[in-house]
């Protein structure tokens, strides 16, 4: 059984800042690409920032220059600081582990809870 566990989110002003994490435990063989996305009332869930298990990282256009993904691979664990954060910033934000629990099974996607994360003008 896999877990995927979301921390960090809050309320917090225009132009603050705040960390999500996002650890992946439990019965795992082998993880692959880590990623945030956020789904904002309305709105599909869209991607905010991947990372791959090399470090290769990627952005929508919205948060570049103001959000940061980063991962430690020892603790299976994923994270996001959000900087100059922005009303439009307002969604419920889910972490996504790519991950395989045995050698010869296929990659599939876990997803966590989701963690809200609300930004006041």
């Known amino acids: 059984q896999v877990h995927v566990v979301e921390s960090g989110g809050g309320l917090v002003q225009a132009g603050g800042s705040l960390r999500l994490s996002c650890a992946a435990s439990?019965?795992?063989?082998?993880?692959?690409?880590m990623g945030w996305y956020r789904e904002a009332p309305g709105k599909q869930r869209e991607l905010v920032a991947g990372?791959?298990?090399?470090?290769?990282?990627n952005y929508a256009d919205s948060v570049k220059g103001r959000f940061t993904i980063s991962r430690d691979n020892a603790k299976n664990t994923v994270y996001l600081q959000m900087n100059s954060l922005k009303p439009e910033d307002t969604a419920v934000y889910y972490c996504?582990?790519?991950?395989?629990?045995?050698?010869?099974?296929?990659?599939?996607?876990?997803w966590g809870q989701g963690t809200q994360v609300t930004v006041s003008s």
């Open positions: 996504n582990a790519r991950l395989k629990i045995t050698p010869w099974g296929s990659w599939r996607d876990y």
């Open positions: 439990g019965t795992i063989f082998s993880l692959n690409d």
């Open positions: 990372i791959t298990s090399g470090g290769a990282t």
